[in-house]
């Protein structure tokens, strides 16, 4: 992907040290069920998707293109498999490190910039200091704004903007930029049933380990995490009605193109797991009716 957009070439990157920082890459993320280098993976991909579906290397500076590309390769590096409310109710070293803001993602930033600062990953290191501060400050806001307790106030600004839309405005270009990264972020549900399903799967047994570890050690436990209460209809219907067509149609107001490949999609998956929702109420309900049955017959 790096050699396609012409990165490689433009910026005169070392096709051997590219090679070797996505190898570190690799090594850096955990064996999570979800957060692992096959989501870092697909969300680079999406965003790659994007530009292209997108235009966007017609309406983006190069250094931009590799500014988005960059942050969705590192936006979870060394992720531990546990979201930012259970750092900071847990008081982890990394919620007391980055005093309780966007821990995690702070951390992701972090480890990036620690493996540019290895000599023989550093696909930068031939570039003048100004153009790498660029780099260093986009990919940093790019990850920041990945953290979802900041998903109300970046979708707002960019509501409040997308209707004046100037691509000459470097405040609108960065909005873009991070409503951008959250949309590959969350991608799962564009991409075709087969391939999102599974990923649904991965994210339930991430979130309900969590769960009862925030059990075990008595800390609060989010509804949307705890087994007892989630099921996979549950828990994607309000994700894709609340979250994922809000953000995307938003985005379809500057890149109408994204409707048929991506926000399509979207309402073809909220409309079969609301189907699947029906299903399931449906049998809970014989099932209450077979049991309330049983007790009748036992006091008989």
């Known amino acids: 992907m790096y ?63 590799l500014i988005l590309m960059t942050a969705a390769v590192c936006h979870d590096l060394d992720h531990p498999g546990y979201n930012n409310m259970y750092q900071i109710n847990a008081r982890t070293e990394l919620a007391v490190r980055y005093n309780d803001i966007s821990p995690l993602e702070n951390h992701h930033c972090a480890v990036a910039f620690n493996i540019f600062s290895q000599a023989d990953c550093n696909m930068f290191s031939h570039f003048d200091p100004d153009t790498f501060k660029q780099i260093r400050q986009g990919t940093i806001t790019l990850i920041l704004a990945t953290d979802m307790a900041r998903h109300g106030e970046i979708l707002d600004s960019f509501k409040q903007k997308v209707d004046i839309f100037d691509f000459t405005d470097e405040e609108h270009l960065t909005c873009l930029k991070m409503v951008l990264i959250k949309c590959c972020d969350i991608s799962n549900e564009v991409r075709p049933m087969e391939v999102a399903e599974p990923w649904v799967d991965c994210l339930l047994e991430e979130y309900f380990m969590q769960s009862d570890r925030e059990k075990a050690e008595g800390l609060p436990v989010a509804p949307f995490m705890d087994r007892e209460k989630v099921t996979k209809p549950t828990a994607q219907i309000g994700f894709i009605k609340f979250v994922l067509i809000p953000m995307f149609e938003t985005v379809m107001k500057l890149f109408p193109q994204i409707e048929e490949l991506m926000v399509q999609p979207l309402r073809e998956s909220r409309d079969r797991y609301e189907e699947l929702k029906q299903i399931d109420d449906a049998m809970n309900e014989v099932q209450k009716k077979k049991t309330e049955n049983l007790t009748v017959k036992k006091k008989k």
């Open 3 to 65: 050699h396609d957009l012409g990165l490689v070439k433009d910026f005169d990157i070392n096709p051997i040290t590219l090679k070797r920082w996505l190898l570190c890459i690799h090594d850096n993320y955990r064996n999570n069920s979800f957060h692992n280098f096959r989501h870092c993976f697909c969300v680079t991909q999406m965003m790659y998707s994007m530009i292209h579906l997108c235009s966007l290397q017609e309406k983006f500076t190069q250094v931009d293109i």
